[in-house]
């Protein structure tokens, strides 16, 4: 039994997912992660990580020979080529300040064998940052939250505390007024500084960990 | 008929998906994207993209029938939420410079309505390169992609080759040895530059394209 990463094109038209997860069902595979849109060549791509496969090379043969079938391909899996995400959310001149201690910081990680992104939405207002903080709960391998802002309160809170019930989402943010440091898990107040910890908290290479810290003692 | 995107919470087990993609085929709806993930609760997490659903109230009363199927939710589409994708690949400090590049620029572009990502890979390494922008054919919404280095050819090259052949990805590179540069649609020495350059590209309220320039005249 293993795990593996393929990658099927086919013909983009109603019913092909359905028979491809059909095949896999019958195979017992589990799905663990699967990605499907459609390219700029109106091609359908899916992509799909699988545990527990018992023979990847029949599988693949039963794909292949459906008719809506282009093409199967094994890969590398999202996990191993992009790693965990680190995501900033915030405005002006302090979000690209945050990506910076960000990037640097992954880099030095990266290069000793670890995958962190640092995935950036520059974005501002309330009700636009709390769509993007209930849209996390909707994407895979989100480590940390790092909130950029000067000003962050209202929706953004509850969304936190919403997230925060039913996810484990780490969420650090710049010191700043407008209540969003409550519901931080460490708030710092210099943006490079903060983007660093971000990595270093997702890192497992690091020794970092906000939750060694008292509480008392989680704003720098 | 009108386009929707919903999340629906489900038991992690095997066949899930084929119940679900089912319901779908029935009501003859086309999927133009579908992420799956397991989440830390090991709860299965599926998020999906419809068109041409003729009545979303049934479908939705369908999913939410099967017993596997914890919730159904209407929300925003990922398109919505992250917008386009500018993707940065490098090392070193060149990598954040390219992206505090990007990111300050798509700061003023989504203030004005638009939503363009910065997603950041710090990576290095001929292999890790080539594999990461093979990558880029199994992620949706990548607009250009930005090579932040001091030395790249070989696989690279390749590789940005045989990705070209089937997509419409943008490369844009920094001016560097390595031979990189011969398959980039634009060359730039500025770090902070080239990011500033590959948001404009991507951006639609911006009138750059590097193609509206000559041949001879995309290196800067």
Redesign the interface.
Known sequence: MSNYAI?IKSV?K??V??EI??I??AH??????????????SKG?I?LELEDVDDIDLLIKELNSLESVYSVEI??S?ED???KRVIIYG???Q??QV??GA??E??RH??RGE??????????GEESIA??I??L????RVSVLVLAGSLMGGEIIEEIKKVKE???LTVFSLNMPGGVTEVSDLVVTDPIQVGVMAVMQAASTAVFDYRKLKKSNRKF
């Open positions: 990658s983009e109603k019913g997912l359905e997860t059909e896999i069902t017992n595979i589990n799905i663990a992660y699967l990605n499907l849109f459609i390219e700029r060549d791509s992509n890969h590398p999202q080529v992009f790693g405005g002006g001149s979000v690209s990506a910076l990037i640097t992954a880099d990266n290069i995958r962190i992104s640092i995935d950036t939405l520059p974005v501002v769509e993007a209930n849209a709960t909707r994407i895979p039913v996810y484990d």
